[in-house]
């Protein structure tokens, strides 16, 4: 990589960052395609975003990924954001054009290009979501353009209700939604029937890879399972899954197509995927190996 005078800098803001594959799988594609852009990861407390977005602005960087704590708390910083962007209430990318910082999400479509990148079918499909938070948010608003019924389950009900209302209230097509709370009845009820589930919530993330939401029993060889963790690659989720003869998706899709959205964001070309992937498997197998 020959960094100028004239390189355009990206860069993650969140707390921590340190974990990121975003800076790996990011610069392997900006040196794919010989962009001469630079990708990288800063800690920003959220005192400190403020401040952070002013540098960003002075400095002239072209582009943010933004990931927690600051996916709602940055959009009071920015001069505009896309519609998508103001439906969900969350900003996980920011373009900065000429001085003004726009800001876009990518979650949603991220999660939808990997079922599709894996040749799921989402048309007129059920499709059930574990958890009401901001990775659900983002791909319940996305999922409810082509799903025939969506379920959202949340220990807190009131925020999977909250959820819902929302998105009935600001999608542009009348879709089924219902609602619930993640206990074993609700989900050995919905499973029965459904095409899809996604498991957006930390219940199998290291250190607690034991855990998981769903019963071996409540999964079905007729359905996909998706689950947004990928740290493990493969959770006792989508072990199970697997053993029950379901087609598994894990989590590292979602983190490459919703970073593939933000490249094309920021560059207006088409992102080389299957580089992203490659470099981001590579540096996971390397940290497993430290």
């Known amino acids: 990589m020959r960094i100028s005078g004239e390189t355009k800098v990206c860069a993650l803001i969140g707390y921590p960052v340190e974990h990121s594959l975003s800076p790996c799988f990011q ?3 900006f040196q ?34 933004v990931t927690m704590p600051h996916k709602i708390t940055v959009i009071k910083h920015l001069d505009e954001l896309d519609d998508a962007a103001k439906k969900i209430g969350s900003v996980n990318t920011i373009l900065n054009r000429n001085g003004r910082l726009i ?5 949603g479509i991220g999660a939808v290009n990997a079922l599709k990148y894996n040749g799921v079918e989402l048309y007129g499909r059920k499709i059930v979501i574990l958890g009401a938070g ?16 969506l379920v959202i389950l949340n220990r807190t009900v009131g925020r999977a209700e909250r959820l819902a209302f929302d998105i009935n209230r600001l999608i542009s097509r009348s879709v089924r939604i219902r609602w619930g709370g993640l206990t ?3 989900l050995r009820e919905e499973l029965k029937d459904a095409d899809i589930l996604i498991n957006a919530t930390p219940i199998g993330m290291m250190p607690n890879a034991d855990e998981t939401p769903v019963k071996r029993d409540f999964l079905h060889p007729d359905m996909t399972v998706f689950d947004l963790i990928y740290h493990p690659l493969e959770t006792r ?24 959205a933000s490249f094309k964001i920021w560059t207006g070309i088409d992102p080389p995927v299957n580089v ?4 981001a498997e590579e540096e996971l197998k390397r940290r497993e190996e430290i």
């Open 237 to 260: 989720l989508l072990k199970e899954a697997k053993n029950v003869g379901a087609k598994t998706i894990n989590g590292l899709d979602m983190l490459i197509h919703q970073g593939a």
């Open 103 to 107: 800001g876009y999400t990518t979650d």
């Open 134 to 149: 901001g990775a659900s948010r983002a791909i319940s608003f996305t999922l409810a353009e082509e799903a025939g019924e």
């Open 184 to 186: 074993e009845e609700n």
């Open 32 to 65: 794919h395609l010989g962009l001469n852009f630079v990708y990288v990861a800063f800690p920003v407390k959220a005192s400190e975003l403020s401040d952070a977005i002013r540098g960003v602005r002075s400095l002239g960087f072209h582009g943010l990924n």
């Open 276 to 279: 992203m992937m490659r470099a």
């Open 27 to 29: 610069n392997a594609a």
